[in-house]
């Protein structure tokens, strides 16, 4: 049986370097027991350092080196030993500000960049809103489609495909996906990457879910939808709730 995969994404939080060297020794120490289940934390840059578990991070420039101010490119993730690096997540496509955010072409430099450097790239995907004529299950493969141009067939089983619907993000779980849409949503996908690469690579390749999961609806996205795994953005700040998902998860 292949290990779940939970990502704990701490967007611009918490406040000090204090506070995120508490929340994830908490998090790491419970989740020990859960030998079934790899628990990612993605802290804010500056944070990784003093972060303790298996490391994510939260974006990446796609450049090797140079002058981009501001900028981290994937051997700086590397040599701080991040394992699994977030490309596309929808608050870097759609920032607050309406534009400058990344489009397909970037995120498919993102993605490379994250492959060339051997780590794990977490490929975030998902509609803005749902239309009763489903041309947001379109708008989803054109996504996966653009992000995994000029990858090798070989290695796109590598990647790690998170499904994120943007209505459902920052929602609650009643606004959430169901477990049954959820199901559909990881045909599709498989689909969609059995097209790309073949059927032995749809198969194997993981796709997790996120938007809005608690410790209420977090087993459904496993046991109904299939999923590999989760997202998880808020609940994953406070160590009691995001450890009640991880043993959701384990038992479902
Ligand atoms: C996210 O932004 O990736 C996310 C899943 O957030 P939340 O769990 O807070 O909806």
Redesign the pocket.
């Known amino acids: 049986m292949t290990k779940k995969l939970i990502i704990g ?1 701490w967007k611009m939080n918490p406040k000090s370097v204090r506070q995120a060297k508490d929340i994830s020794e908490k998090i790491t120490r419970g989740a020990k027991k859960f030998k079934n289940i790899s628990v990612v934390i993605a802290p804010p840059a500056p944070f990784i350092g003093a972060t303790k578990g298996i490391l994510g991070a939260q974006d990446v420039f796609y450049e090797k080196d140079g002058a981009y101010t501001g900028k981290i490119s994937a051997d700086i993730l590397k040599s701080l030993a991040v394992k699994y690096v977030i490309v596309g ?1 929808s ?1 870097k496509r759609y920032p607050l500000s309406g534009g400058g955010g990344d489009t397909d072409e970037t995120i498919n430099k993102k993605l490379k960049a994250v492959l060339n450097a051997r780590l794990t790239p977490v490929l975030c995907v998902g509609e803005l809103t749902r239309d009763h004529q489903s041309h947001y299950l379109h708008f989803i493969k054109e996504q996966i489609i653009r992000a995994l141009k000029n990858v090798s067939k070989n290695i796109v089983g590598k990647v790690i495909v998170a499904y ?1 619907p943007v209505w459902a ?3 609650n779980a009643k606004n959430a996906l169901d477990g049954e849409e959820a199901l559909h949503m990881n045909i599709f996908i498989r689909k969609v990457i059995a097209d790309i690469a073949g059927a032995t690579t749809a198969k194997k390749i993981k796709i997790i879910y ?4 608690d410790v209420k609806n977090a087993e459904i996205f496993i046991s109904l939808g299939k999923m590999d795994g989760l ?5 994953s700040l406070m160590p009691q709730k995001f450890l009640g998902i991880i043993e959701n998860v384990n038992r479902a």
């Open positions: 994404n997540h608050e994120e993000i920052g929602k996120g938007g809005s999961v997202l998880v953005g808020r609940e």
